[in-house]
């Protein structure tokens, strides 16, 4: 079974910076389509960024510019780079990784943007 393990999260002020990382294993990770969401209690889990194998990329339109998804292949690891962050940044930041009907989750990490 593939394993994704998020780090990265935490606290910061309006306008810092995070950089979340997702470890993976047990996948040919290449080949897989990496994914960060986000969910905020209460509401729908949102796609936020998205890397596919080839290195390209996509950005829900309230973090682009902002936001930096990147991936390492040898290293089977994907990033989200998160500047200018917002109050409304506040949630929990999941890894996805997709490869036709195989989908993966991490068990996701806390960004809480706060004074």
């Known amino acids: 079974q593939a394993q994704l393990v998020e780090s990265g999260g935490g606290l910061v002020q309006p306008g810092g910076s995070l950089r979340l990382s997702c470890a993976a294993s047990?996948?040919?990770?290449?080949?897989?389509?990496m994914n960060w969401y986000r969910q905020v209690p209460g509401k729908q889990r949102e796609l936020v960024a998205t890397?596919?194998?080839?290195?390209?990329?996509n950005y829900t339109d309230s973090v682009k510019g902002r936001f930096t998804i990147s991936r390492d292949n040898a290293k089977y690891a994907a990033y989200l780079q998160m500047n200018s962050l917002k109050p409304e940044g506040t949630a929990v930041y999941y890894c996805?990784?997709?490869?036709?009907?195989?989908?993966?989750w991490g068990q996701g990490t806390q960004v809480t943007v706060s004074e």
């Open positions: 047990r996948l040919t990770f290449s080949l897989y389509t």
């Open positions: 890397i596919v194998s080839g290195g390209t990329t």
């Open positions: 996805n990784a997709q490869f036709g009907n195989l989908r993966y």
